[in-house]
């Protein structure tokens, strides 16, 4: 399973985690479903709402009702969001796992790297609910 996506799209998610060392950045990703996984098309970086930022994140509702709709009215579909881990590994933790709905891609930056994971609901290989996921540059956004 593999997440395609810009250099472009990555280098912008690395600078926003980077720029924000004290609190979780957070974002949603777009595109479309392949063969091997996701092609995302777009990003659309959002404000972390969650009560304490510094060592979690929660999109903006607003941002997400939004994504949904457009979505419903021909838009880009919305696979999956982003977030940082200030001070941390690109790995879920266990307040990632305890929110991830199947069926949804992250892409965790943390200690200046990215890794993409596949929320899938199964406990089996010890990363919680999560499956690894091989980012994959692409030129398509």
Do not use: K
Not at 36 to 50: K, S
Request: glycine share 12%; net charge neutral; with cysteine.
């Amino acid at each position: 399973m593999e997440l395609r996506i810009s250099r472009v799209a990555l280098d912008e998610i690395l600078s926003a985690a980077a720029a924000s060392p004290g609190a979780e950045i957070c974002g949603l990703l777009f595109g479309r479903t392949s063969a091997r996984g996701v092609v995302v098309t777009g990003l659309r970086p959002c404000a972390n709402v969650a009560a304490n930022p510094r060592d979690s994140f929660e999109v903006d509702p607003a941002a997400l009702i939004a994504a949904h709709r457009a979505a419903r009215a021909g838009g880009p579909a919305l696979v999956g969001h982003y977030h940082s881990h200030p001070g941390g590994s690109p790995d879920p933790s266990a307040r990632d796992a305890a929110a991830a709905e199947p069926g949804g891609y992250w892409i965790i930056a943390g200690g200046g790297t990215l890794r993409a994971w596949y929320a899938d609901g199964r406990q089996a290989d010890g990363r919680g609910r999560f499956r690894a996921v091989t980012i994959v540059e692409a030129d398509n956004r």
